[in-house]
């Protein structure tokens, strides 16, 4: 698979968050604390997941409108 699709990222790098993330015991609908910064900030980013591989995570509907009606 591409790297542009997953690929690696150092293990050190901090800014890379894990996923899943964890969610809040009070509501454990909602989504995580951790997303919602992401989709305020970074609707678009990456993320490590169990295998270490790093895919990108879409969030906000707007940022994945525009990726999905996107031609190319």
Known sequence: ??????GRVD???PD???????RSPRCPLAPPPEALVLNS???LSRVRIWDG????????????R??????R
Do not use: R
């Open 1 to 6: 698979m591409s790297d542009t699709l997953t």
């Open 41 to 43: 900030v970074k609707p």
């Open 66 to 71: 525009a990726l999905f009606t996107d031609s």
């Open 11 to 13: 293990e050190a790098t």
């Open 16 to 22: 890379v968050p894990d996923y899943p993330m964890i």
């Open 53 to 64: 591989s790093t895919p990108w995570l879409i969030t906000g509907y707007e940022t994945i």
